[in-house]
């Protein structure tokens, strides 16, 4: 886990960013408490040890192809492979799946330390805003590196690196940015706990998960290995119900609260 340190910062995109959605604003000043967020994305090895740990079933994430994960044998995540590195992002996952491994992770901790057991988490899905914050670094441009999509700093369809429009890339594979986070942009999507609404009039100023009663749909962020360059910035959004279908190259990190 990486410390986050509390800030503001100026949430969306301007209108003059190439690349941008109207979902993406407007923009306006978020405050965000100190949090901890993890360096890399979970990985397909630790995904299977909650698997076979726990027993959890996830459904497939493309039932037409019944591509999914099992919990016997190996899994069958996006994209197939034989020999699946350990150190590649888990994807084809849920929002669902990925509280569940939560849910699991939690439990762990609170076996580990039961002075936890009466408190709530200590692990999460990080909010939007979390998200977004941690990405930019302190950064305003398109991209934490900068405004340019530039070469190997990133997969997508078009990043210029070895992996591009072809396959995952290890969640080590590109530099860090100035809080320590690796793979925020590219390679894969990762869950918010936010549910996903069409901007951000309404949205609230703290940080915290932006909620809807009985909502379905919940915010995916940063992009995958097979997107152009514009899904690849620190303001792009997606949401699971949109008109495309994001969960097979769908994973998530881990937040956590700090005193």
């Known amino acids: 886990m990486q410390g986050i340190p509390s800030g503001k910062f100026l949430m969306g995109s301007p209108a003059s960013e190439p690349g941008r959605f109207d979902s993406e604003g407007p923009q306006r000043v978020v405050t965000v408490k100190a949090f901890a967020l ?18 959890y079933q996830p459904k497939p994430c493309n039932p037409l192809l019944n591509l999914g994960w099992k919990v016997q044998g190996r899994d069958l995540a996006y994209p197939p492979s034989q020999d699946e590195p350990p150190a590649w992002p888990a994807v ?8 569940a491994y939560i849910a699991w992770l939690n439990s762990k901790a609170k076996e580990a330390r039961p002075a936890l057991a009466n408190r709530a988490g200590p692990y999460r899905l990080p909010s939007e805003a979390e998200w977004e914050y941690a990405v930019r670094a302190g950064t305003s441009t398109a991209r934490w590196w900068g405004d340019a999509i530039g070469t190997a700093n990133a997969n997508c369809n078009g990043c210029g690196s070895i992996w591009d429009n ?4 290890p969640v080590d594979a590109f530099a860090p940015n100035a809080f320590g986070l690796s793979g925020m942009l590219g390679n894969v999507w990762h869950w918010t706990a936010d549910c996903w609404h069409p901007s951000y009039v309404g949205a609230p100023a703290d940080a915290t998960p932006w909620m809807t009663p009985g909502c379905v749909n919940h915010v995916l962020r940063g992009g995958a290995w097979n997107n152009v360059p514009i899904f690849i910035r620190s303001a792009a959004r997606s949401s699971s119900g949109g008109d ?10 881990v937040a956590r609260d700090l005193p």
Request: a positive charge.
């Open 38 to 55: 993890a360096k890399y994305p979970v990985t397909s090895a630790q995904f299977l040890t909650f698997l076979k740990e726990s027993r």
């Open 92 to 99: 084809c996952l849920s929002f669902d799946d990925a509280n």
């Open 166 to 169: 072809r396959v995952l890339a």
């Open 244 to 253: 495309y279908d994001y969960s097979t190259l769908a994973g998530f990190r």
